[in-house]
């Protein structure tokens, strides 16, 4: 297996990383996780796009373009011959002493790896359950930073609590899920959270949001409140693995009728069809 290391592929067990590296210290640094059908990247610009705007969010200018990034990454998944599966790509600001503060002239380290995905099928039939949480993060969750300590601890608490997912509620008003973007259905219309610095602002969103408009069915990005979380009609989840799926259970309460509902179902195979698409006119 292959990994990607400033922009050379080597072995995995060949490549290394300092304890100096800002982004095993510190957490200073930026990443992606880009889906792979059938070979293709999906999303890849989008996604390289996002990456070149995080690290120039925490004043980290990467030494390489996006076209060379599409491009190695292309023939990362070329060399592991990944099918179905994932690219995890992570910039670091760079090596050097342990100070909080650095000094212009630090080289960004970044890596990329592939891995296998199983299309979590079983949950976007069937939907999962959720529970609420406080969103305790900082306020540039709009950055796809390396610091997800608090994502981890709400996580762990949902896994722990036997759920899917922690829905995070900020002063009352839902923002997004520890790793997903989180969209309620009132009646008919889907509500979500809009993109500002409360949320990080998903390609599978921006995916959806597109379907949503193409399909004719009604869009507001109004936050959605604690109250209307627990009467909408509907609810789901979405991020570049997930896809879409149906939360179905939230804090041990039905949603709705208490199975994936057609809103979501049909946008579900929109997002399908939007896949095979992609996969097809690569060919
Ligand atoms: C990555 C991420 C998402 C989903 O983004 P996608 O681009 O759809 O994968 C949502 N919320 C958080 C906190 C994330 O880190």
């Not at 100096?20 to 992606?32: K, L």
């Not at 930073?145 to 896994?159: G, P």
Request: net charge negative.
């Amino acid at each position: 297996m292959k990994i990607l290391v400033n922009g050379q592929l080597v072995e995995r067990n060949e490549a290394s990383i300092d304890v100096e590296d800002r982004g095993y210290q510190f957490g200073d640094g930026i990443y992606e996780v880009i889906r792979v059908y059938k070979g293709i990247l999906f999303g890849l610009r989008e996604h390289a796009e996002r990456l070149f705007r995080s690290a120039a969010e925490i004043g980290i200018s990467l030494p390489f373009s996006l076209e060379d990034l599409e491009w190695d990454l292309q023939k990362l998944v070329q060399e592991n011959a990944v099918s179905d599966g994932a690219v995890y790509i992570q910039t670091t600001r760079g090596v050097a002493p342990r100070k909080h503060q650095y000094e212009a002239g630090l080289e960004p380290q970044t890596t990329a790896y592939t891995f296998s995905v199983k299309k979590p099928e079983q949950e976007q039939a069937y939907g999962v359950s959720a529970i609420t949480d406080e969103d305790l993060r900082w306020l540039r969750c709009d950055i796809k930073s390396l610091n997800l300590l608090y994502n981890v601890m709400a996580k762990q608490k949902a896994y722990e609590a036997g759920a899917f997912e922690g829905i995070l509620i900020r002063d009352g008003i839902v923002t997004e899920g520890t790793s997903s973007n989180v969209y309620a259905v009132l009646n008919g219309t889907v509500r979500t959270h809009p993109a500002n610095r409360m949320i990080l602002n998903g390609i599978t969103r921006k995916n959806i949001l597109d379907l949503i408009v193409k399909n004719g069915i009604e869009l507001d990005e109004k936050p959605v409140t604690e109250e209307e979380l627990r009467q909408a009609d509907e609810i789901f989840i979405s991020s570049t693995t997930a896809e879409i799926i149906s939360v179905v259970t939230l804090d041990g309460k039905s949603v709705g009728s208490g199975v994936p509902g057609p809103v979501t179902k049909q946008l579900q195979a929109a997002f399908q069809e939007c896949i095979q698409q992609a996969a097809r006119v690569s060919f």
